[in-house]
């Protein structure tokens, strides 16, 4: 659907001419507040329908090569106005094992108290998705890459079953972000994205979005201007003047990690690495087959030092929460994403004390290997 490669439409895709003045962007329009009596539809930013609104929608749809989309104040937004969109008192969902964790407490703490029953899959295997369906399910629900184990799900298969059942596919597409994987392709129903991570791709924004079918975000629209996540046309220009690099952004992510991957596990230090691009990862063939690249994410388990102290030793590399900006940070997801959860819950997840998530960014990979081998070292 997309007529121009990806680094290209990343640039172009959704400026509104400045017809005014000739300028290249799209202008920040201010107002809140806008004419009605000739106009079509009432213009309102909480209706997701304001310009600046309407221009990075368009962008981000393109680039997953859907026909519309939707941006939020948050990607929870997004996932919360999906989920209550989509789903009913009496409905039954399917949740993929690995959520993120604000997904897990949207799941596991708020949807059954409107009459929506769910199933989290013990695995990411095609087999367990089926075996949970119900005559009530209505909507299979995946993260892949997930955080902050890499496992990877099988986006066509999934896809492919939901369509045989009637079910509604939705993929939380953050980590890849659509220069690495376009779900859309491979038959998923709806795309979001915390574009708090790879979008915004500065740690100075949160928002989030979401694309599909007229059809589903006119549906998904419907709800959302009742919960009230609509972003702010200032922060919508923001983010659309950040996609215009997020291509550049997104291949020197995945190098970089490919590197430090393959360097930590090759240290007597580390236990464990989570990175798809590594031959022994389990999801590494899928992965192969649906990514174009294995994005910036990866996790390792320390094999003795103590994570607090360990962190605290990096120089350059920071321990700070979220993901997806251009520096390089690290964070414990025990003590972070995942810190509500029960131990018992994260023994499930497998999620371990000693596990750390770094987001690389788009630094020099020498100076970042330098200061985690100093750290490890000593
Ligand atoms: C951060 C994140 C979210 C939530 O997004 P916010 O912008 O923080 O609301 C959802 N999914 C994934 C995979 C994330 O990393």
């Given at each position: ?47 997701f ?8 929608a368009?962008?981000?749809s393109?680039?997953?090569?859907g026909?519309a989309g939707l941006i939020f104040?948050?990607?929870?937004a997004a996932v919360s106005s999906i989920l209550f969109a989509l789903l ?51 909507l ?28 509604v596919?939705v ?18 129903d709806i795309v979001l ?15 989030g979005a979401a694309v599909s079918t007229n059809e589903y975000i006119q549906k998904i629209r419907k709800t959302a201007l009742s919960l009230?996540g609509s ?148």
């Amino acid at each position: 659907m997309s007529p121009v490669n990806i680094q290209t439409a990343c640039v172009h895709a959704g400026t509104i001419m400045d017809e005014k003045t000739g300028g290249v962007n799209t202008p920040i329009y201010t107002s809140t507040s806008f004419e009605y009596l000739d106009s079509k539809d009432i213009i309102y930013p909480r209706y997701f329908n304001i310009v600046n609104e309407e221009a990075v929608a368009r962008k981000i749809s393109e680039l997953e090569h859907g026909e519309a989309g939707l941006i939020f104040s948050s990607g929870m937004a997004a996932v919360s106005s999906i989920l209550f969109a989509l789903l009913q008192n009496g409905d039954h969902a399917i949740f993929q094992k690995g959520l993120y964790g604000g997904t897990f407490n949207m799941v596991t703490r708020e949807i059954e108290k409107y009459g929506i029953s769910y199933d989290i899959t013990p695995d990411n295997e095609i087999a367990s998705f089926e075996k949970l369906i119900r005559p009530n399910t209505k909507l299979i629900y995946i993260e892949t890459p997930s955080n902050p184990l890499l496992l990877i799900t099988d986006i066509k298969r999934v896809a492919s079953l939901a369509k045989e059942r009637k079910l509604v596919s939705v993929i939380d597409n953050t980590f890849a972000s659509p220069v690495n994987q376009i779900p859309i392709d491979l038959g998923i129903d709806i795309v979001l994205h915390s574009a708090t991570k790879y979008l915004g791709g500065h740690h100075d924004i949160c928002a989030g979005a979401a694309v599909s079918t007229n059809e589903y975000i006119q549906k998904i629209r419907k709800t959302a201007l009742s919960l009230g996540g609509s972003l702010n046309a200032w922060t919508c220009y923001m983010l659309e003047r950040s996609i215009k690099t997020l291509a550049i952004r997104v291949k020197c992510q995945n190098e970089n990690a490919q590197k430090l991957a393959e360097y930590l596990s090759g240290h007597p230090e580390v236990d464990r690495v989570y990175y798809p691009g590594l031959p022994g990862h389990p999801g590494h063939e899928i992965a192969a087959k649906q990514m174009s690249g294995f994005g910036g994410m990866m996790s390792f388990e320390l094999k003795n030092a103590d994570p607090v102290v360990f962190q605290k030793k990096l120089k350059l590399i920071r321990p700070v929460v979220s993901l997806g900006g251009i520096e390089t940070i690290i964070c414990s997801s025990v003590l972070t994403s995942h810190r509500h959860l029960t131990l018992e819950e994260r023994e499930r997840e497998g999620i371990r004390s000693n596990l750390l998530r770094l987001s690389v960014g788009i630094e020099d990979t020498s100076d970042l290997i330098h200061d985690l081998e100093q750290a490890l070292k000593s």
